[in-house]
C-alpha cells in the first residue's frame, strides 16, 4: 500500500452541534498524519467548484448553501489533509456512506449524520473519493504551503517528503553511521 493524501471537511452542522471532536477522535485509530488544517470560510465560488460534480442536480443550489453554513448559522468549515498509508479507503471507512441512513451504525454519518424533516441531509464530513479527487479537492482548499508536505509525488516539481517514521529511520541511520 501507499502513503497517500486525503482530504476531510468538517461541515457546518457538525460544527453548529459541537460534534469536531467526536468527530476528530474517530479518526485516531487510523494513525494518519495531520499535513494540513485551518478554518474556512467557504466562499459561494469554492463551494461550487467543490460540488462541480454535482451541477446538474436539482439539490446543487442547497448543498453549496450547506457547504457555506447558510443553513446551519455557521458560516466555516474545518478542512484537513490526512496523510499516511491507504488513508483514503481509511477514512473512507470511518465517514462511512454518504448518506447517513445508509452509512454503517459505528461509522461517522451513520452514527452522527441525520436526515431533516425537511428533506436536508446532514452527513457531518466531506471524505475524498479516491486519489484524483484528493489531489483536486487538496489543491481547491489548500495552497501548497499551507501543507507540511507535497501531497503527490514530485508535486510542484519536489520529491515527496518522508513520512514521520522514514524520517525517523533516516535519523537514527545516521547517527549509526556517524559514530
Known amino acids: 500500500m501507499a502513503e497517500e493524501a486525503t482530504l476531510v471537511i468538517i461541515k457546518p452542522d457538525a460544527i453548529q452541534r459541537g460534534l469536531t471532536g467526536a468527530v476528530l477522535s ?22 461550487e467548484s467543490h460540488y462541480h460534480h454535482l451541477r446538474e442536480k436539482p439539490f446543487f443550489r ?3 448553501d450547506y457547504l457555506q453554513g447558510r443553513l446551519h448559522g455557521t458560516n466555516y468549515v474545518l478542512a484537513f ?25 459505528t461509522s461517522i454519518r451513520g452514527s452522527l449524520g441525520r436526515m431533516m424533516t ?8 466531506h ?31 519536489l520529491p515527496a517528503a518522508p513520512s514521520a517514521a522514514q524520517a525517523g529511520a533516516q535519523r537514527a541511520a545516521g547517527a549509526k553511521r556517524s559514530k
Open 127 to 157: 471524505a475524498s473519493s479516491d486519489r484524483s479527487e484528493a489531489e483536486r479537492e487538496i489543491a481547491l482548499w489548500f495552497k501548497p504551503h499551507e501543507l507540511l508536505r507535497p501531497v503527490s509525488r514530485g508535486a510542484a516539481g
Open 26 to 47: 474517530r479518526f485516531d485509530p487510523l494513525r494518519l498524519d495531520v499535513i494540513g488544517v485551518k478554518a474556512v470560510r467557504v466562499s459561494q465560488e469554492l463551494a
Open 62 to 64: 442547497e448543498i453549496v
Open 118 to 125: 425537511s428533506g436536508l441531509m446532514e452527513n457531518v464530513v
Open 81 to 105: 489533509v490526512f496523510w499516511g498509508e491507504n488513508a483514503i479507503e481509511g477514512v473512507r471507512q470511518v465517514t462511512g456512506a454518504t448518506h447517513p441512513e445508509k452509512a454503517e451504525p
